[in-house]
C-alpha cells in the first residue's frame, strides 16, 4: 500500500462486497462534503442507496466530513429513521399518532404485528417486510393511515391492510 | 398538449392514498377506448378529503365536481357523459359551489387544487408571482411595515407576530442571513403544510423569497419531514423549475437581489421542529435545544440571523403583498388576524382543509362543515393544537377559534389540527400516550421532561390499574406541574396538557370509575 493511502486501517484489511459498500459510502460522503450542514444529507444519501446506514459508514463518514466518530453516531441514533441494519423488501409504517388513533389505529397496529409475526423494529424471518412505528403522515382525514415504502394508504382496515401485504 | 375536455385527477398524498392514480390510469385507458379527446391534469386536492378522489371537469369555462370517484366508477361515469358534465349519482355540481369550499376564505390556500402544482404559466396566470414583484419594488423595510400591519402571526404554534420576526432579522447587520422555512409539520392532525407543498409549491418559494427581499437574506431552507416524500419531490422539483425560469437566482425578478433556496430532508424526530433544535439539525447536528437568548433572529443558523418561519407564514406573505395589508387583516376578529387553515381530522365525517377567517366557534367546523363524527356517534374529545395541547370537552366546544379565546380555557390553535375522537374513547388511554410520546420524543437535554415523561407513564398505568389512586393521581398532577415548570422547551413543558386536560375535564377516565367501566365498553 502507498503511504499516502486515504483509506483506514478497516478498510484496507476487508472482503470484496465490503469493500464496494464502502467505496459506496465514500464516494457518497465525498460528493456531499462541501455543502453546509452536510452529514445530514449524507446520510440520507447512504441509507437511499444501501437501504439503512451501516456501523462501517461511521467512521468513513466521519474522516471525510472531519468529526469524531462519537458524533456522527450520535446523530445517526438520533434520529428516528435513520437505522443501522438492513431493511427487509419493503418496510411497513404504521401511524401510531392520535388522529389515526381516533379511527382504529391501535388495533390496526396489533394486527400489523400479528399478521407479520414481528415488532416494530424486526423484519420478518424471509426478509419480506420490516415494521416500523410513524407518527403522522399528514394523511390524517383519512386515517388510519400506514405506508408501504413511500406509498401512503388511507382509511386502513385490517383487511385491507391484508391485501397490501399479500 | 390535446385539445380534449381537460379532465382533473389530483395527485397529493391524500388522494393517492384513496387510489387516484387509479382512477387516471383508467380514465385515460377507457377515454382511449371510447376514442374521447381528453386532456388529463393532475392537479393538487381542494382539501375535500371526504370527497376524494374528486374528479373535475372543465366544461365551457366551469368546473364541475365528482366523488368520491374510485377506478370501478369511471367507465359508468364516461357512459353517463362525463366530458359533457351529466348528471351522475357521483356529481357533485360546480365544484365552488359545493357549500363546504363555498363557505371558505380561500387566500393562502386560493390556488391549492385549481392549478397544476409545477407549472410556472399557470401559477402566473392565477395570480401567481404579483406578491413578490410588488416586493421588488420596495424598499426592505416597507415590505416588514406591510406584514407587520396585516396583522399575520406565526402559524407553526407560537403565533409571534411575523413582521416583529422579520424586524429584527432586517436590523441585525450581518454578511450572511437565512431563511429557514419550519416544514417539519410534526403535530398529528396536521397536513395544511404538505398541501401547500405538495399542491402549490410556488407560493412557498415567492413567500420564502419575499422574506428574503425584506430581510437581506441570501439564502433559504426548508427543513421537510421525512414523512413527506411526496413533498420533498414536488419542492425540490419547483426549486428547480423555478431557478430556470429566473424566479430564484443571482437576480430575482430583475430586482438585482440574489435569493436562493434548497430542501433539506428532516429524518423523524419531533422535537426537530421546535426552530433551534431544527437549526440544528440543518447544521448537521443532533437535534438538540438550544438555549436562548440568543434568538434565532439575532444568532440562528450556522450563527447567522435567521427568519425561522412555518410554511402557512410564509405562503400567506404574497397575497399580502399582492393584496395590501388591510386586506388580510380585515378578516378575523381581535388579534388573530386573517385566516386560520383548519385541518379536520380524525374521527370526521367531512374532514379536510377548512380556510377561514378567524372568530367562528369551533362547533361550527365540527358539525357544519365536519358534519359531526365519522361513525356517526357522539364526538366527546377534540385534540386541538397538537400532540401537546388539551383535549377540548364537549362543553368547550362554543370557543371562537382564535388565539386569546383559545387560550382562555387551557387550550390552543397551535397549527390549526382539530382532532376528533367519538365517544368510544378511552381518555386514560390518550393522557397516557401523551406521556409516552414526550418520552419517545425527548431530546434528553433536561430531566424533567426526560425522565418526567417515563415515571408519567409509570404512573399512569398504575392509576389505569386502580393502584393507590389516590397518591398517585396526586403524584401524576404533581409531575406535571414539575415538567411545565422546569423543562427547557415546550416538549417537555407543554405535554402534561393534554394530560391535565384529562385530569380536568374527563377524570371519570381515570381512576376507580374508568376501571370499573372498561370491561362493559370493550365488549369483545
Ligand atoms: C416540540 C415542538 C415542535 C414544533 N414543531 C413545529 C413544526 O413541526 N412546524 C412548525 O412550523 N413549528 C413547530 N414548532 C414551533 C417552532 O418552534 C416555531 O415557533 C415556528 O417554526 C416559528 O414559525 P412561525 O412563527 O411562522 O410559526 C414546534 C415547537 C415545539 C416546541
Ligand atoms: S423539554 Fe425535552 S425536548 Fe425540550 S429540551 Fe428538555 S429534554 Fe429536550
Ligand atoms: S395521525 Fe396518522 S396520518 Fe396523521
Ligand atoms: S440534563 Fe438538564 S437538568 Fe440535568
Known amino acids: 500500500m502507498p503511504a499516502n493511502d486515504a483509506r483506514t486501517a478497516d478498510e484496507q484489511a476487508m472482503t470484496e462486497p465490503d469493500r ?30 444501501l437501504g439503512y446506514v451501516p456501523e462501517a459508514a461511521v467512521p468513513i463518514v466521519a474522516e471525510v466530513l472531519n468529526l469524531s466518530r462519537a458524533e456522527v453516531h450520535g446523530v445517526v441514533s438520533f434520529y428516528h429513521l435513520f437505522r443501522t441494519d438492513p431493511p427487509g423488501k419493503q418496510t411497513l409504517y404504521v401511524c401510531r399518532a392520535e388522529a389515526c388513533q381516533s379511527m382504529g389505529s391501535r388495533e390496526l397496529e396489533r394486527h400489523a404485528r400479528e399478521r407479520l409475526g414481528i415488532g416494530y423494529h424486526e423484519t420478518t424471518a424471509d426478509g419480506r417486510f420490516s415494521l416500523e412505528p410513524i407518527y403522522c403522515l399528514g394523511n390524517c382525514a383519512c386515517s388510519p393511515a400506514v405506508m408501504i415504502d413511500e406509498d401512503v394508504y388511507g382509511r386502513v382496515t385490517p383487511e385491507r391492510l391484508d391485501e397490501l401485504l399479500d | 398538449m390535446t385539445d380534449g375536455t381537460r379532465v382533473f385527477v389530483p395527485a397529493d398524498t391524500t388522494a393517492l392514498s384513496l387510489g387516484a392514480d387509479a382512477v387516471a390510469a383508467t380514465l385515460r385507458r377507457e377515454a382511449a377506448e371510447r376514442g374521447d379527446a381528453i386532456e388529463l391534469v393532475r392537479n393538487g386536492s381542494r382539501g375535500l378529503y371526504w370527497l376524494e378522489p374528486l374528479v373535475e ?16 366508477d369511471v367507465a359508468s361515469l364516461l357512459d353517463a357523459g362525463l366530458l359533457g358534465g351529466a348528471d351522475h349519482a357521483l356529481a357533485l355540481g360546480p365544484t365552488e359551489s359545493i357549500p363546504w369550499l363555498a363557505g371558505q376564505s380561500r387566500l393562502t390556500f386560493a390556488r ?26 420596495m424598499t426592505p423595510e416597507e415590505i416588514v411595515a406591510e406584514v407587520t400591519e396585516s396583522g399575520l402571526r406565526g402559524r ?56 428574503g427581499l425584506a430581510t437581506g437574506a441570501t439564502m433559504g431552507y426548508i427543513y421537510i419531514r421525512a414523512e413527506y416524500p411526496l413533498a420533498i419531490r414536488v419542492m425540490r422539483e419547483a426549486i428547480e423549475r423555478a431557478e430556470a425560469a429566473g424566479l430564484l437566482g443571482g437576480n430575482v425578478l430583475d430586482s438585482g437581489r440574489d435569493f436562493r433556496m434548497e430542501v433539506r430532508e428532516a429524518a423523524g424526530a419531533y422535537i426537530c421542529g421546535e426552530e433551534t433544535s431544527m437549526l440544528e439539525s440543518l447544521e448537521g447536528k443532533r437535534g438538540m435545544i438550544r438555549f436562548r437568548p440568543p434568538l434565532p433572529a439575532v444568532k440562528g443558523l450556522f450563527g447567522a440571523p435567521t427568519v425561522v418561519n412555518n410554511v402557512i407564514s410564509l405562503a400567506t406573505v404574497p397575497i399580502i403583498l399582492d393584496k395590501g395589508a388591510e386586506y388580510y387583516r380585515d378578516y378575523g376578529s381581535g388579534r388573530s388576524r386573517g385566516t386560520l387553515t383548519v385541518q379536520l381530522a380524525g374521527n370526521i365525517k367531512r374532514g379536510g382543509l377548512v380556510e377561514i377567517g378567524f372568530g367562528r366557534p369551533l362547533r361550527e367546523l365540527l358539525y357544519d362543515f365536519g358534519g359531526g363524527s365519522a361513525t356517526g356517534r357522539p364526538i366527546r ?6 400532540p401537546l395541547a388539551a383535549y377540548v370537552h364537549p362543553s368547550q366546544f362554543d370557543t371562537p377559534l382564535d388565539y386569546e379565546e383559545f387560550a382562555a380555557i387551557d387550550a390552543m390553535l397551535g397549527h390549526g389540527g382539530l382532532v376528533v375522537f367519538d365517544d368510544t374513547v378511552d381518555m386514560g388511554e390518550q393522557a397516557r400516550f401523551a406521556m409516552e410520546f414526550c418520552a419517545i420524543e425527548s431530546c434528553g437535554k433536561c430531566t424533567p421532561c426526560r425522565v418526567g ?35 427547557l422547551c415546550a416538549l417537555g413543558g407543554m405535554a402534561p396538557f393534554p394530560v391535565i386536560s384529562v385530569l380536568d375535564h374527563f ?7 374508568a376501571v370499573a367501566r372498561r370491561p362493559e365498553e370493550n365488549p369483545g
Open chain 1, 20 to 49: 464496494q459498500t464502502r467505496q459506496t459510502i465514500r464516494a457518497i460522503a465525498e460528493s456531499g462534503a462541501s455543502q453546509a450542514g452536510a452529514l445530514l444529507p449524507i446520510l440520507h444519501s447512504i441509507q437511499d442507496e
Open chain 2, 453 to 487: 415523561a417515563v415515571r408519567g407513564v409509570e404512573v399512569i398505568d398504575k392509576i389505569r390499574n386502580g393502584e393507590n389512586e389516590a397518591l398517585n393521581l396526586e403524584l401524576l398532577r404533581d409531575l406535571c406541574d414539575t415538567m411545565v415548570s422546569g423543562s
Open chain 2, 112 to 137: 391549492v387544487g385549481v392549478t397544476d402544482p409545477l407549472s410556472i404559466d399557470e401559477y402566473r396566470a392565477h395570480d401567481g408571482f404579483r406578491g413578490l414583484e410588488k416586493a421588488a419594488s
Open chain 2, 57 to 72: 371537469v372543465e366544461v365551457g369555462g366551469q368546473r364541475l365536481a365528482y366523488g368520491p370517484v374510485t377506478a370501478n
Open chain 2, 381 to 386: 374529545a377534540v385534540q386541538a393544537g397538537g
Open chain 2, 156 to 211: 407553526g404554534g407560537a403565533a409571534f407576530p411575523t413582521g416583529i420576526k422579520w424586524n429584527t432579522v432586517l436590523q441585525t447587520d450581518a454578511g450572511q442571513k437565512y431563511i429557514a422555512c419550519n416544514a417539519d409539520e410534526g403535530d398529528s392532525g396536521t397536513f395544511a403544510d404538505r398541501m401547500i407543498m405538495e399542491s402549490d409549491p410556488f407560493v412557498l418559494i415567492e413567500g420564502m423569497a419575499i422574506a
Open chain 2, 507 to 513: 377524570p371519570e377516565d381515570l381512576g376507580t370509575l
